[in-house]
Each structure stands twice: as C-alpha cells, then as structure tokens.
C-alpha cells in the first residue's frame, strides 16, 4: 500500500486490513509441505485458523504447534506472533525509524489508532522505547525459561545432540516468551502447561510475562520513562496508568481468590489433582492455589492453560468468562473490553445513580468523548459475542454441544485468550472461519473495526432540536 493510496482509508481501515492481510500471508506459509511435519499441505481453513490465532495473539489452535509444525512452521508462528502483539504500524514505524526515515502524518495517525496513544506524543520516541522494553522484556523471560526448557527438551529429545538440545531449547524458550509476553496463550508443550502444572517457577514467569505484556504499552513505556528518570517522583504516572495498574491487581487478587474458592465448593479438588496422567502435587492446597491464578491470569487474555478446562464446573467458566471479556489494558496485546473501560463505565453508572455531571475517577474528570466511546466498545461486544455465538449454534448444532461451550468458545476468540473447553477441533469450517472473524474484530477493537466499516462524515454535524427521552 502507497502513501497516496493510504489518504484514500482511514486509520481504522488500514488497521483493520493490514491485520487481515499478515493472516493470510501466515496462512499462505503455513499451508507449505516445509511448515508441516508429514511434508504435505495443510488445508487452507486450518492454516487460515492457525495464522489468524497467531497474527491476533488468541492462541485457539485446530493443530498441535509442538508435534504437526517444523522448525520453519513454528518460527513463522512466532514472528506473527510478534507481529500481531506489537502491531503492524509499531513494527514499521520501529523499522522505518532504524533506516534513518520519517512517518508521514498519515503514517503517524496510524499509529497512534493502532496502539491507543495520544495524537500528540513523540511517536519516534514511543515506536522505539516499545522496541526497547519488548526486547528487554522478551530477553528476560527466555533467559528465565531457557533451563526448564533444556530439562524438557532433554528428556523430549535424549538421542540428539547436546549442541541440537542447547539449540532447541533456547528456541523453545524464546517461542514461549514471545508468546506469554505478546499474551498469544500458544505454547509447543505437550497440552499446553498441563503436564506442568506443578511447576511452579514455570508458572510464575509465564504468569509474570502474561501480566506484563497485558498492560500495555503505554503503561510499560511510563515505568520506563520513571525507571530511567525522566519521570518526576511527585507525578510519576498518569491517570490511564493509575488505573490499569490498579485494576489490573484487584481483578487477578479478586478473581484468583473466587475461582480458589470454588474448587472447594464445586467439590471437584480431586478431579483436578488427577487431571493430567504422571502428575502428582505434593501438596494440593498450593497446587489448587496455582491452578487457580494462573487460569484466572491466563484468562484476562492470555490463554496458558493449566489444568483442562472442560473439568471445571460451570461456576468457573462463568467466573473465566467474565474475566475474559474484561481483558486486560489497552494499547497493548490484551484483548476484551479493557479494564479502563470497565472503570470508565462503572464511574458513569455511579455518576450517573448520584445525578453528577462529570465522571471522575481518582479526582480526575473524565471527557465525555471517552464515555461515549466506553459504551460504544461494551455494547458492540457483547452485540458481537450473541451474534457469532448465535451463529456457531446453527452450524454445528449436529455436536449437541452446552450453550456454555459455544458461548464461551466465541467469547475466548472474540477476547483473543484462547481458552476452550475442547471443542475447538471439532467445529466445521464454517465456525473456524468464524471464530477468525471474532479474532480479527476482538484484535483491532470493535470500536476501530466500526469505524473502519462507517467512514466518518465529512463537514460539520447537523445540530437538531434537542428533546428528552424517557429512561427506565
């Protein structure tokens, strides 16, 4: 796409097209003899699928990465991984940047849609000191996992070479903190972290990532900035930042605590300890306390799975959908609704219950423009969510699935995490290609993906008589 062609669309549709365009170039790759370990091509559906999960950070899957890709599958898996929880516009913008040229104006309202930033910021600085933190953080995580995955790929692969273990497990290690910290939930283990899942300090990185990468970028460029001191100690953060680290912390202690209580009162403690064949916890408290995190964790938008979900009561994947459709923080790789916006929407509906007329959060007004755009992002979602779940119900009513299967199959698509009860394999094409569709909308943002669809009118707004409106 050329400058000139770019003034022909808008932010959003670039967004939304370029998003489209990285699917179905992974799909194209990963439908090659030389991406699959039985050398023949992989269907288009399932490649679309698995490139769309990938491009848009879900982590659903319809093959097994670790055992039906190669090498060359499973790197381009992660570098749409990459892609896709960076952006398009921050990789280019990084890009362009390195090669000593400029964004064009076009170029920079692009990203500033792209990663939910303000218009107005030093985008040369933010493209960078995201490629700064993504590497440092990226780095970290792997440095961290690089010895659990030399133990896994040296029981895995004991007949190979020390030099072809060293290799592989430091792939291994990158691939799956790419992947937590980019919040993809796709993992080359053995039923993801299942058969892991009494190792703790496994968990606890991958968690750490996950949280991370969920904060978004402009959170994670703010701590850098007061990190480094160019932040004052008397107004480190801003109101966004103060609010995404404090949801953030009282939606995984909440929702860790609830869904360890309902292990107990669901009476299904036993179930999970025999989960998984060879693991034995030593102590099941700590083991139902970790298991209970990490899929709280796990569901504002990540997708690493534990224990298999299908074992868990209905209470509990009432609670992970809830979670799910929350998310985490925007301008980052988390999906949902945002946890600003739900703050935002909370503090309206207390204003609005106390007959205020601004909405104020941590003595802040907040704009109305923000308000409007809140409802707009909760209404259209849960708009989205019945749509594609009606759907999905039509197409493969011959499973006889529970509502709660498909609901939460879409809802985990729609909020790129990843989740699922099991039944993704057994979907037909028509409901793969519409679970793409809800990665795709859930990626760039319902908000983004309607304005990319209603091109904004030109000229001033016609002002009619105003009139009141009877409500409740």
């Known amino acids: 796409m050329t400058n000139k062609d770019k003034f022909k669309y808008s932010p959003s549709q670039v967004i939304t097209i370029s998003f489209i365009t990285v699917s179905l170039v992974g799909a194209l790759l990963l439908m090659l003899p030389i991406s699959n370990t039985n050398g023949q091509y992989l269907g288009f559906v399932d490649a679309f699928f698995m490139s ?41 913008s990084i890009l362009i940047y390195l090669a000593g040229k400029r964004l064009s104006i076009s170029d920079s309202k692009i990203f500033s849609t792209s990663t939910g930033s ?48 060293i ?56 701590i850098f900035n007061w990190l480094i001191g160019q932040k004052k100690a008397r107004e480190p953060f801003s109101l966004h930042a103060k609010v995404s680290l404090g949801a953030t912390f009282i939606v995984i202690l909440v929702g860790g605590l609830v869904q360890f209580s309902l292990i107990y009162i669901q009476d299904i403690s036993p179930t999970i300890q025999n989960a998984v064949a060879g693991v034995h916890p030593e102590n099941p408290i700590i083991h139902n306390f970790s298991t209970a995190f990490v899929q709280t964790i796990g569901a504002r938008t990540a997708g690493f799975n534990s224990i298999p979900l299908s074992l868990l009561g209905d209470p509990s994947l009432v609670l992970l959908m809830v979670l799910m459709f929350m998310g985490g923080c925007p301008g980052g790789t988390a999906g949902g609704i945002k946890l600003t916006t739900l703050v935002l929407i909370l503090s309206t509906i207390v204003a609005g219950i106390k007959n205020h007329q601004n909405v104020k959060i941590l003595n802040r ?40 299967d498909y609901l939460f199959e879409v809802i985990s698509a729609f909020s790129t995490v990843g989740f699922s009860t099991g039944i993704t394999t057994s979907l037909c094409d028509k409901s793969l290609i519409t679970l793409c569709f809800c990665m795709i909308i859930g990626r760039v943002g319902p908000l983004v993906f309607l304005m990319a669809i209603f091109a904004e009118e030109k000229g001033k707004e016609i002002r009619y008589p105003e009139e009141n409106l009877l409500i409740g």
């Not at 109305?368 to 969510?385: D, E, H, K």
């Open 52 to 92: 769309v999960s990938a491009t848009c950070v879900t982590g659903l899957g319809v093959v097994h990465l670790g055992n039906d890709f190669t090498i060359f599958g499973q790197t381009v898996t992660m570098l749409l991984i990459q892609i896709g929880g960076l952006g398009y516009m921050t990789m280019t």
């Open 118 to 165: 303000d218009s107005q910021l030093d985008v040369k600085d933010f493209a960078i000191k995201i490629g700064i933190v993504t590497l440092l953080i990226e780095g970290l995580g792997a440095t961290l996992l690089f010895k659990d995955s030399f133990d896994i790929v040296s029981n895995k692969y004991s007949y190979q070479s020390p030099i072809y273990t």
């Open 167 to 222: 290799l592989h497990s430091l792939f291994e290690a990158v691939f799956h903190s790419v992947s937590a910290y980019c919040n993809a939930g796709l993992s080359l283990y053995e039923s993801c972290l299942e058969t892991h899942s009494t190792n703790y300090y496994l968990l606890t990185i991958l968690s750490a990532l996950i949280i991370l990468g969920g904060l978004g970028y402009t959170v994670l460029t703010e």
């Open 365 to 404: 007004s907040v704009a109305q423009a923000s308000q409007r755009n809140a409802f707009v992002v909760f209404v259209s979602t849960l708009i989205f969510i019945t749509f594609f779940t009606f759907l999905i119900g039509i197409f493969d009513q011959s499973l006889h699935l529970r509502f709660i």
